[in-house]
């Protein structure tokens, strides 16, 4: 017999053992994924359209894992039908846990206190050690410097030259890189211990 496929309550996305999200006593929650639920608390203070236009950065991923060929906006319309289903967008959210992640808000004081140039974060996204774990070229040997299997707090902004700064940190560091189209040419510019 076939398991039944669970899925992210606020994301939709399909929900494995190790994509699983954390309670505040640092178990694994049942509802929600690693992106969208972090230590007892949602991750981002999203609307579901919000939630919607972030998730459909996502319809190549959605088109291999199902066979199809949706276009962006015929995909934005699947997570409208299907986000009322799930229980972050199904009813009152007075019982739903707070997004306000006090971690996150203490990073990005951090992050901005940094003051470099055409730096500026409002919001951090929890991200997959195995997402951002470019390698770093230090005193000519390769440094990588994330587990693949942990998740970050981290966004990408982008530069008026067109290159982009990444930011990814934990409670332990803050990592600031700038890096190319598609993250070529990645380079660090700032490794800071918290």
């Known amino acids: 017999m076939e398991k039944d496929i669970k899925f992210c309550q606020s994301c939709g996305m399909p929900l494995s053992d190790e994509m699983l999200g954390t309670n505040e006593d640092g178990t694994k929650s049942e509802d929600y994924c690693i992106y969208c639920y972090k230590d007892g608390a949602f991750t981002g203070d999203f ?12 319809v190549e991923e959605y088109n291999k894992n199902t066979g199809q060929n949706l276009t962006c906006c015929e995909y934005k319309d699947v997570l409208r039908q299907f986000y009322p289903t799930l229980k972050r967008w199904s009813g009152d959210d007075q019982h739903l846990p707070h997004a306000d992640h006090p ?14 140039p055409e730096l500026h974060i409002d919001n951090l996204y929890v991200l997959q050690g195995s ?7 230090i005193n000519g040997n390769e440094v990588q410097f994330f587990d693949d299997n942990a998740t970050y707090w981290g966004n990408q902004i982008q530069k008026s030259d067109g ?3 990444g930011i990814a940190c934990d409670e332990k560091f803050i990592l600031v890189s700038e890096y190319g189209k598609d993250g070529s040419d990645a380079e660090l510019v700032l490794l800071k211990r918290r």
């Open 47 to 58: 609307t579901m359209e919000q939630m919607v236009e972030y998730c459909s950065m996502f």
């Open 131 to 137: 997402f951002i774990n470019q390698p770093y070229t």
């Open 103 to 116: 971690m996150k808000k203490v990073l990005i004081e951090e992050v901005n206190a940094l003051k470099i």
């Open 163 to 165: 290159h982009c700064y």
